[in-house]
């Protein structure tokens, strides 16, 4: 069934009031969807480090908004324009981009050249906003997941199939994606490669997994946190470093008898990042995940990359991801625990002292 009839329908939704939280769950009207949009029923949706960090930052005196970007439902209606899912279909939400630049239309929809407006623009990129008549901002990332309902696109939407559990599925959208995909396609490590991850969250773990896929070795994991050091020696790391009783590069040093190929930093502190250039070898490079510009300035051809994504293309690299996880390769599943989404500020404080790696957020059915 096809309808693209804008009547308003009344969703629940996390707003974001106070700068730092509490968010509140509330009754809203969400228009839409229009032509080229789809309303999604929201089954699931991760909470992300991005997430938690606009909560620490934004105003939402001045602008309440509903966060929320690793979103997992049920297609409810689509429009008109949209060909590539149906009413019925699952799905797992991802970031958007704009379709028209010049990198989008090349196949490089992480480098759209309105990101930023069409993740953190709070708004469609006409200025519209479905959430208008609740006076609230939604949007973020395309689809404003912590809710009920979303709206999202055909650029942002991918299919999945029925027979997986689309609470298992909704963090490959942001998070998981971010961290293999740095590894596969940024990066493209190879066999035999070092590489070093500094901070073994849910982007650092994920990342873990895909090195240990591509066959690199050794794989370093670096972090304060015991619990999740263990997870990462588990899941493919060849080797720990406690940041808080060991000296990184001496560790590192000992271990390869040199440096690493290639460093992860995701911790956005500044000594880890210039720990991460003076452990790199010549030809190395450091992917930055932490919003910071990189360099190509550094001795002996190493570099610094700013990475977003993972440099993914969502609907081909989630399906790839999802294959890896059928068959065994990728358990992120076991980064997970599931919340009740009225537990929705308990699941940011547990991800916040890093007690819970990966929360999920489950909303039930209305
Ligand atoms: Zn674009
Ligand atoms: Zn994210």
């Given at each position: 069934m096809k309808n693209s009839e804008a009547h308003g329908?009344?969703?629940?939704?996390?707003?974001?009031?106070?700068k730092g939280g509490p968010l509140k769950i509330e009754s809203l009207e969400l228009e839409g969807p229009r032509d080229d949009e789809v309303l999604v029923r929201i089954v699931a949706t991760g909470i992300c480090r991005t997430d938690i960090d606009f909560c620490d930052d934004w105003d939402g005196t001045a602008k309440p908004v509903v966060l929320g970007h690793e979103g997992a439902g049920v297609v409810v209606q689509v429009g008109k324009r949209v060909k590539s899912v149906d009413r019925g279909d699952h799905v797992i939400l991802s970031y958007q981009s704009c379709g028209r630049c010049r990198q989008c239309l090349s196949g490089h929809p992480w480098a759209c050249r309105h990101f930023y407006e069409a993740n953190f623009g709070f708004k469609r990129l006409d200025g519209s906003n479905a959430l208008q008549r609740s006076g609230v901002h939604g949007h973020f990332f395309g689809q404003s997941s912590f809710a009920t309902h979303s709206v999202a696109t055909e650029r942002n939407i991918i299919r999945v199939p029925q027979d997986l559990h689309l609470?298992?599925?909704?963090?490959?959208?942001?998070?998981?994606?971010?961290?293999?995909?740095?590894?596969?396609?940024?990066?493209?490590?190879?066999?035999?490669?070092?590489?070093?991850?500094?901070?073994?969250?849910?982007?650092?773990?994920?990342?873990?997994?895909?090195?240990?896929?591509?066959?690199?070795?050794?794989?370093?994991g670096v972090d304060f946190n015991p619990t999740r050091l263990e997870l990462a020696l588990e899941l493919g790391a060849t080797h720990i470093i406690n940041n808080s009783q060991d000296d990184i590069a001496s560790r590192i040093s000992e271990i390869t008898g040199s440096g690493v190929d290639y460093v992860l930093e995701i911790t956005g502190n500044p000594r880890m990042l210039q720990l991460a250039i003076d452990v790199l070898n010549p030809q190395g490079t450091v992917a930055l995940l932490t919003g910071?510009?990189?360099?190509?300035?550094?001795?002996?051809?190493?570099?610094?990359?700013?990475?977003?994504?993972?440099?993914?293309?969502?609907?081909?690299?989630?399906?790839?991801?999802?294959?890896?996880?059928?068959?065994?390769?990728?358990?992120?599943?076991?980064?997970?625990?599931?919340?009740?989404?009225?537990e929705i500020n308990q699941a940011i404080a547990d991800a916040k002292r890093g007690d819970t790696i990966k929360p999920v957020l489950l909303l039930s059915e209305e």
């Amino acid at each position: 069934m096809k309808n693209s009839e804008a009547h308003g329908q009344k969703i629940r939704a996390a707003v974001l009031r106070e700068k730092g939280g509490p968010l509140k769950i509330e009754s809203l009207e969400l228009e839409g969807p229009r032509d080229d949009e789809v309303l999604v029923r929201i089954v699931a949706t991760g909470i992300c480090r991005t997430d938690i960090d606009f909560c620490d930052d934004w105003d939402g005196t001045a602008k309440p908004v509903v966060l929320g970007h690793e979103g997992a439902g049920v297609v409810v209606q689509v429009g008109k324009r949209v060909k590539s899912v149906d009413r019925g279909d699952h799905v797992i939400l991802s970031y958007q981009s704009c379709g028209r630049c010049r990198q989008c239309l090349s196949g490089h929809p992480w480098a759209c050249r309105h990101f930023y407006e069409a993740n953190f623009g709070f708004k469609r990129l006409d200025g519209s906003n479905a959430l208008q008549r609740s006076g609230v901002h939604g949007h973020f990332f395309g689809q404003s997941s912590f809710a009920t309902h979303s709206v999202a696109t055909e650029r942002n939407i991918i299919r999945v199939p029925q027979d997986l559990h689309l609470e298992i599925l909704s963090p490959l959208g942001c998070g998981i994606q971010t961290g293999a995909g740095t590894v596969m396609n940024s990066l493209a490590v190879s066999e035999g490669a070092s590489i070093a991850i500094f901070g073994t969250g849910a982007v650092g773990l994920a990342a873990v997994m895909a090195a240990r896929i591509v066959g690199a070795s050794p794989i370093i994991g670096v972090d304060f946190n015991p619990t999740r050091l263990e997870l990462a020696l588990e899941l493919g790391a060849t080797h720990i470093i406690n940041n808080s009783q060991d000296d990184i590069a001496s560790r590192i040093s000992e271990i390869t008898g040199s440096g690493v190929d290639y460093v992860l930093e995701i911790t956005g502190n500044p000594r880890m990042l210039q720990l991460a250039i003076d452990v790199l070898n010549p030809q190395g490079t450091v992917a930055l995940l932490t919003g910071t510009s990189g360099s190509d300035s550094l001795p002996e051809d190493r570099k610094t990359i700013s990475v977003i994504q993972g440099d993914a293309v969502p609907q081909r690299f989630i399906p790839k991801l999802i294959a890896l996880y059928q068959a065994g390769l990728f358990p992120f599943d076991r980064l997970v625990k599931f919340y009740d989404f009225s537990e929705i500020n308990q699941a940011i404080a547990d991800a916040k002292r890093g007690d819970t790696i990966k929360p999920v957020l489950l909303l039930s059915e209305e």
